[in-house]
């Protein structure tokens, strides 16, 4: 089975998450940096190993996702409210169709909370101001 733009990172084409001028552009990316499917396995994998640390090594409870993405599992907060259920993530995007799946898709544990915000990383004040980065992050 040959390894498709996204499917090396657990993106199922075959499902509501995309539509046919995605694939298209994925396609097209990838024809000129076919190592792209790999690439982005390592900034997840990345992602799961940094997030794994600061939590269980470091004791970090609170974390911003800024440019966040479409939701692919193991998204940051699986990874540290498994280490510790009561962490607090943010997650930031300004594209509307990641942040309505973010809202379908990501739940948070019982114990710990997941918010959404749509902001640009550009207007770092909206971000921090926001009232779901206010109800969910201790800022002091």
């Known amino acids: 089975m040959s390894c498709g733009p996204f499917t090396c990172i657990n993106i199922n084409y075959s499902g509501k998450d995309n539509f046919e001028a995605d694939r298209g552009a994925a396609a097209g990316v990838t024809a000129d940096w076919p190592n792209l499917p790999k690439s982005m396995r390592a900034n997840r994998d990345f992602m799961r190993r940094v997030g794994h640390y600061l939590a269980a090594e470091l004791g970090f409870r609170q974390f911003l996702d800024i ?14 409210q498994q280490v510790t259920p009561e962490a607090r993530i943010v997650y930031v995007d300004n594209d509307p169709i990641v942040l309505t799946h973010a809202r379908a898709l990501l739940t948070s544990s019982r114990a710990g909370k997941t918010a959404y915000i749509d902001a640009d990383l550009r207007d770092p004040a909206a971000i921090i101001n926001s009232p779901q980065a206010r109800e969910t992050l201790d800022f002091s």
Do not use: D
């Not at 440019?67 to 540290?80: D, K, M, Y």
């Open 67 to 80: 440019g966040t993405g479409l939701p692919t599992s193991p998204n940051l907060h699986e990874v540290v």
